[in-house]
């Protein structure tokens, strides 16, 4: 796989290694690589990497190729959305795992084990959902697109939208709210002065009654990424998930008990963002998938 890339008049002067690390986005661990295995060309000669580019130049950086397995393996137990030769994107069911952890260690069950089972292949993994979560998860097939769209998340073009219900009736569209970990230790947060900056962004789609309580489903983005971001902001504002026990009021955690409701309805439902090769906005979605249903 080939990365091209024309030198701007605004580059123009910039060293080689400027250029990969800068507008080709490789982490300084692949331009190593890639300087090891003799891939990369200016106008199709070597060039040290040190060695300064001139505008209207083309550098070329020749990628390892993805090997796509023979049998997908684990078709079954995947919902795959969408598949090319850098992404993977499936949709993942409620109360499975992301990835291993202290709760699900090696070997268990996880929706990375099961990607890398259809794979025949490692998977990298580019965000994660909660377990209770489902809807979304994006997989990349190659280190440097894992690499690539991490960067988007920090500059901003990775957009998430989500669908949720929640107990009563939101009165506000933006929340920006700091978030901290409740103590040093603790996996809880907390809406907090002294925590990380936080926005999210809510939109009522319905409300309906349920028990005579009034409940939403609204449509939430995050601006940021924060753990547990949209289930604190939500619980902050007084409107908690329906079957969030971590952050329920008694409220509302009395009326999910009455619906039956033991994990938080939370889905993913679309990705956008620029894809590592066209450099194209591409755009992901599924239906949400809940347990809730009025």
């Not at 986005?25 to 690589?33: E, M």
């Not at 190729?65 to 023979?70: A, E, F, I, M, Q």
């Not at 291993?100 to 965000?127: F, I, N």
Request: hydrophobic share 35%.
């Amino acid at each position: 796989m080939t990365l091209t890339h024309v030198v701007t008049p605004e580059e123009d002067g910039l060293t080689l290694q400027h250029i990969l690390r800068g507008p080709m986005k490789l982490s300084g661990r692949q331009t190593r690589d890639i300087k090891k295995a003799n891939g990369v060309t200016v106008n199709g000669s070597p060039m040290f990497t040190n060695q300064c580019v001139i505008c209207g130049q083309t550098v070329r950086v020749t990628l390892p190729d993805y090997t796509p397995s023979v049998s997908h393996e684990g078709a079954q137990q995947l919902h795959v959305l969408y598949e090319d030769d850098a992404l993977l994107a499936v949709q993942k069911p409620a109360l499975l795992q992301c990835h291993p952890s202290p709760s699900a260690p090696h070997g268990a069950d996880t929706l990375e084990g099961r990607v890398m089972a259809y794979l025949c292949a490692p998977a990298h993994p580019v965000h994660r959902l909660d377990a209770e979560t489902t809807g979304i998860v994006l997989f990349a097939k190659l280190p440097y697109v894992q690499a690539h769209i991490q960067t988007q998340m920090q500059e901003g073009t990775f957009h998430k939208t989500y669908l949720a219900w929640v107990f009563g009736i939101p009165d506000v569209s933006v929340i920006d709210a700091p978030i901290a970990r409740l103590t040093p230790d603790s996996f809880t947060r907390i809406v907090s002065p002294e925590g990380q900056r936080a926005i999210s962004r809510c939109r009522i789609e319905k409300t309906v009654a349920a028990f005579d309580a009034p409940v939403s489903l609204v449509e939430l983005s995050p601006e940021t990424g924060r753990t547990h971001q949209l289930r604190v902001h939500m619980a902050h504002i007084g409107c908690p998930l329906l079957g969030d026990l971590r952050y329920g009021s008694p409220a509302s955690r009395a009326l999910s008990e009455r619906l039956n409701l033991h994990y938080h309805q939370l889905s993913a439902v679309k990705l956008s963002l620029i894809h590592p090769f066209t450099g194209k906005i591409l755009s992901l979605s599924c239906p949400p998938d809940f347990s809730f249903s009025p």
